[in-house]
């Protein structure tokens, strides 16, 4: 195709926004210009992000590959060095001759440059800016509906009485209020996007311009936005395509689609709607364009969210999702300081110290299972897990295979403790250093926490690769927080390990099972002198979820609470608290007013 031959492309993107629209059969919504635009266009039901959280879904968006893939992107706020073989759809869209203007929130999650890929990246950047007949990609970013709208009040026509919580919620004040500033922040959304849409038909070129709304992730309340359920992973997808393009999505006006679409694949279809060759590597797949193919299945994960770790994988088809989650001792509800800027997250843990929840609702504070599987079908807020019921089996065991397929795949890096010397992308693709097959192995046993297998975790404390003893130590962690005993050898290898992720993680399972003295001491020793900050942090997250003893680690904590690394500072303001006896959930950690200088870039929203 020529340049003049190509459909333009713009994006519409609302931030931390479900299909709570009325496109979507939501009531409560107001959201005429996008309910508008579905009924222009087709809408997909099932369409998934990567990540449900900004940062590592908006790095496989730009890449078209799972942060899983590139070491350290899957964490959120990091830093990851995009190898060379990793493309931008912006850039290759720009060598393709079209103009490329994004407006203006980046947070890719890695060192890429964004003035070396877009024309323009800025609050002002539109397709106006090209050059007369030139085709463009144009992306704007709402911020609206970012989970900060619910920490203030919001103008609108919603009101808390109207709105509908989900089972595993408890009915709060808060709660409601929160939820509906969020559908009235939806409408100031809603009222941009139909801006854009607006400007498009006063410039002529509604008829030449192929639309794309959609969200980086699903909603901002307490399991959502940072969770493995559709509530956090679920976002709206509409696409517009104009008569002269019909045929790139042979559907009629109106329809809506229920095979799976992931956010991963918006690159390889750009790409196919502008005619550019696609690079080799990529993980998505086309789902308007040539070469369409639907999917069976999406896949997402979930790391270090703020200044908690807990690793977990889960895959959706139309049906059902499965999750995996290898971290079952850390409870969904840690405490993130960003998250419990909002009422809705201080009403939940006081309803818990009240005994204020039932069965449901206080899973969110407690243990969670290896495996979670859940018909959405039937059960659509995924409060019956399904997992070891016979009927389900023969579909619990297809979306076992999927996932392990994927991890292999996309030869996933998440298993490589975060800053790591194993995290660059040669190591990390060392069978010798990261034995990829093994490691997962050996973190799904260790996840299972069965006593039995206590003896291979001890065994695996002696393996060459330092990740493999890394996630025997977790399976220690695991037995121990059930109150299972550890051989002295445990701690004959703690004293003589020399990779420190290792050691933070046995001297955890040591202080759970043991006498935590020593071990709280050791933990201290290198959060006071660790080698890098994430490394501190994951010592003092272990200091967190251990026996507390102040006496011992209260004067180092304390010395982290004005430190300029914003997760260490929030982790030691909390831990100071509960070593002191002071922490109430409404006490507020988190200081929005550090943001501000990176707001100026677009990528300070958490």
């Not at 679920?234 to 042979?250: D, E």
Request: aromatic share 8%; hydrophobic share 40%; charged share 25%.
């Amino acid at each position: 195709m020529s340049a003049k031959d190509r459909p333009n492309i713009v994006c519409l993107v609302s931030e931390d926004y479900p299909p709570r629209l009325g496109a979507y059969g939501d009531p409560v919504a107001r959201t005429p210009n996008l309910d508008r635009l579905a009924a222009e266009g087709v809408t997909w039901e099932n369409a998934n992000c990567t990540s449900p959280v900004c940062a590592p879904s908006r790095f496989a968006i730009l890449t078209g590959r799972h942060a899983e893939s590139c070491p350290r992107a899957q964490h959120m706020q990091t830093r990851a060095h995009l190898p060379a073989s990793f493309d931008t759809y912006s850039g290759l869209m720009r060598k393709a001759g079209y103009y490329c203007a994004n407006n203006f929130k980046t947070h890719y999650n890695c060192d890429v440059d964004p003035d070396a890929i877009w024309d323009e990246c800025s609050p002002r950047a539109h397709w106006r800016g090209r050059a007369p007949d030139q085709p463009f990609m144009a992306v704007f970013n709402a911020m609206a509906t970012h989970e900060s709208c619910t920490f203030q009040p919001q103008e609108g026509a919603v009101h808390p009485r109207d709105v509908v919580l989900p089972s595993y919620l408890p009915d709060t004040p808060g709660m409601r209020e929160s939820l509906a500033r969020h559908y009235n922040a939806a409408t100031r959304m809603d009222a941009e996007m139909g801006m854009r849409l607006r400007e498009l038909e006063e410039d002529g070129l509604a008829q030449d311009t192929i639309v794309f709304y959609f969200s980086d992730h699903g909603s901002a309340l307490p399991r959502s936005k940072r969770y493995l359920y559709d509530e956090g992973l679920r976002v709206p997808m509409i696409v517009r395509v104009p008569q002269k393009w019909r045929h790139l999505l042979p559907h009629a006006p109106g329809s809506r689609l229920a095979a799976p679409v992931s956010l991963v694949d918006l690159f390889p279809t750009f790409l196919a709607i502008a005619g550019i060759e696609p690079p080799q590597g990529l993980q998505g797949r086309v789902f308007v364009g040539p070469g369409c193919v639907d999917r069976t299945y999406v896949f997402a994960g979930r790391h270090r969210m703020g200044e908690r770790y807990d690793l977990s994988r889960t895959v959706r088809s139309r049906r059902y999702r499965y999750i995996r989650n290898y971290q079952p001792h850390r409870p969904l509800g840690q405490h993130v300081a960003y998250e419990w800027l909002g009422a809705h997250y201080q009403d939940y843990e006081q309803a818990r110290l009240d005994g204020g929840l039932d069965l449901v609702q206080g899973r969110f504070w407690g243990r969670k299972p290896f495996e979670e599987f859940y018909d959405l079908q039937a059960d659509p807020d995924a409060t019956v897990n399904l997992a070891g019921q016979a009927e389900h089996a023969d579909a619990l065991d297809a979306h076992r295979t999927a996932l392990d397929e994927h991890m292999l795949a996309i030869h996933d890096a998440g298993f490589i403790p975060e800053h790591s010397p194993l995290e660059g992308w040669e190591a990390a693709h060392d069978p010798a250093l990261y034995p990829l097959e093994d490691v997962l192995a050996l973190a799904a046993s260790s996840a299972r926490a069965d006593p039995a297998g206590r003896d291979r975790l001890v065994a695996g404390l002696g393996h060459a690769s330092a990740v493999m003893r890394y996630w025997a130590a977790q399976g220690l962690i695991g037995l121990a927080v059930q109150g299972h005993a550890l051989p002295d050898e445990v701690a004959q290898r703690c004293a003589t390990e020399t990779d420190i992720h290792v050691v933070i993680a046995l001297s955890e399972a040591l202080g759970t099972a043991r006498e935590p003295e020593p071990w709280v001491r050791r933990l201290t020793g290198i959060l006071e002198a660790g080698p890098d900050p994430r490394v501190r942090l994951q010592a003092m997250e272990a200091l967190t979820c251990m026996p507390l003893r102040p006496a011992i680690s209260l004067a180092v904590v304390d010395s982290f609470n004005e430190v300029h690394d914003q997760y260490l500072r929030t982790g030691s303001i909390y831990l100071s608290q509960l070593l002191r006896g002071t922490y109430r959930p409404r006490n507020v950690i988190f200081d929005e007013g550090r943001l501000d200088a990176r707001a100026q870039t677009g990528a300070a929203r958490l």
